[in-house]
């Protein structure tokens, strides 16, 4: 079965970095465009950055451009999350998702805490 599994989350400081894993098992991984988003408390979930297949393109959301970038490694089906320069208001749960052949993400992970103190 599908299985997205993330971590790498934690505590950091406001200016620190992380960087976010998420292994995939189950399907043919390089096959599909990736997502990450996250859900703070009492918001709603938001996506954050996508990759396609082939790692060729990216997308985020304009409140993370040129902090966050999304990478993938096809051979070793995990996907990257680098966060530099994090802020408290990044603050959330983080979340990978698979895209789906109808172009909605169709699987999740179980997501992993990312706190950042001011």
């Known amino acids: 079965q599908v299985q997205l599994v993330e971590s790498g989350g934690g505590l950091v400081q406001a200016g620190g970095s992380l960087r976010l894993s998420c292994a995939a098992s189950?399907?043919?991984?390089?096959?599909?465009?990736m997502g990450w988003f996250r859900q703070a408390p009492g918001k709603e979930r938001e996506f954050v950055a996508s990759i396609r297949w082939s790692g060729g393109s990216t997308n985020y959301t304009d409140s993370v451009k040129g902090r966050f970038t999304i990478s993938r490694d096809n051979a070793k089906n995990t996907v990257y999350l680098q966060m530099n320069s994090l802020k408290p208001e990044d603050t959330a749960v983080y979340y990978c998702a698979r895209r789906g052949s109808r172009n909605e993400y169709d699987y999740w992970g179980q997501g992993t805490q990312v706190t950042v103190s001011s």
């Open positions: 189950g399907f043919t991984f390089s096959l599909y465009r």
